[in-house]
């Protein structure tokens, strides 16, 4: 079968399109044909190396997938053959076929497009696990989201709007922000033409913001903090912007906030029933229309290398996919 993968820590253009071995199903696994990858940004940073951990070579990009179960290993019994699951695999998702355990898979709600189911688990398995399980985002809130047009900040709008917060869109351009208040948002901030501190402030007067979800880092993360509400959550879930902020601590003694890292992969791996049941939520909210996961893009396997481009660049608004059967 084919897969899109590297060898060696080079950036995209490491990324080789190779004849690997058919996977087999171990007990206890399943064996997915891939119709559907979702990509992310972390997968660039794991193309150098840059991530917060280091993969094993050769290693594929993509680590949530969905397609079609084609075999069942030893012991299986939840799932038949031909039946659409969903998937977060940690990883090696850009092949024809992966084989993974099957309490890593969720049926796909009939009326969901594996595009769409793909492009679930992460950034909104990430957004729900942000604000119920770390911040307990309470109805009428107050949240701000940096990077509001990308794949985890859309991600992040619907779902504190379907907890019932107010949110707050942070974006580097007018065009993203008004794709972000389609979303959900009800008021934007440009953060290369506007302060970020002062039009937080008077957006949430007299209170300040309750919530800040930040997977951006970089220059603006010390101002929204700034702006934060007395005893409000700072949610801490990347660094896209490149740079790690190093944050004043007085500031969260005087506003007695916190300061909350988000870490979705260590929290799927420690509490496998908890994410299980948000992953349910999230497909019922999917097929009922609730949630929406914008595909900005899908690409050839033979394209991966492109498809990341894109991601890397910033050029992207919503989710990336990766279809390997093409």
Request: include cysteine; hydrophobic fraction near 45%.
């Amino acid at each position: 079968m084919r897969a899109a993968q590297f060898s060696e820590f080079g950036g995209l253009e490491a990324l080789r399109l190779e004849e690997v071995a058919d996977p087999v199903p171990g007990p206890g696994e399943i064996l997915i044909k891939v119709t559907a990858v979702g990509l992310n940004f972390f997968d660039t940073l794991m193309l150098r190396n840059k991530y917060q951990v280091t993969p094993p070579l050769p290693f594929s990009p993509g680590a949530e997938v969905a397609g079609t179960v084609e075999q069942l290993g030893e012991g299986v019994n939840e799932f038949g053959v031909g039946q659409r699951v969903v998937a977060f695999i940690g990883g090696n998702g850009c092949r024809e076929k992966v084989a993974t355990k099957a309490k890593n898979a969720l049926l796909i709600p009939d009326g969901v497009s594996d595009e769409v189911a793909a492009g679930i688990p992460i950034t909104y398995g990430t957004a729900l696990h942000a604000f119920k399980d770390r911040a307990a985002l309470k109805p009428k809130e107050t949240v701000a989201v940096l990077g509001a047009a990308g794949g985890a900040g859309l991600a992040a709008i619907e779902v504190a709007k379907l907890m019932g917060a107010r949110v707050i869109a942070l974006a580097s351009s007018g065009d993203k922000l008004a794709f972000a208040r389609e979303h959900g948002a009800v008021a934007g901030i440009n953060y290369e033409t506007e302060e970020v501190k002062s039009r937080l402030k008077a957006l949430t007067m007299p209170k300040g913001v309750d919530v800040v979800f930040d997977p951006v880092g970089g220059r603006f993360a010390e101002p929204a903090l700034r702006a934060m509400a007395w005893e409000g959550r700072y949610l801490v879930l990347g660094f896209a912007s490149g740079e790690i902020p190093r944050m004043p601590l007085n500031l969260l003694l005087l506003k007695g906030c916190a300061i909350l890292g988000v870490f979705w992969t260590s929290f799927v791996e420690r509490n496998p029933e908890k994410h299980r049941a948000n992953m349910q939520l999230l497909l019922e909210w999917c097929k009922e229309g609730r949630i929406a996961p914008h595909v900005h893009a899908s690409f050839a396997l033979v394209e991966t290398a492109k498809a990341l481009s894109l991601i890397e660049g910033r050029k992207v608004t919503g989710k990336v996919i990766v279809n390997p059967q093409l």
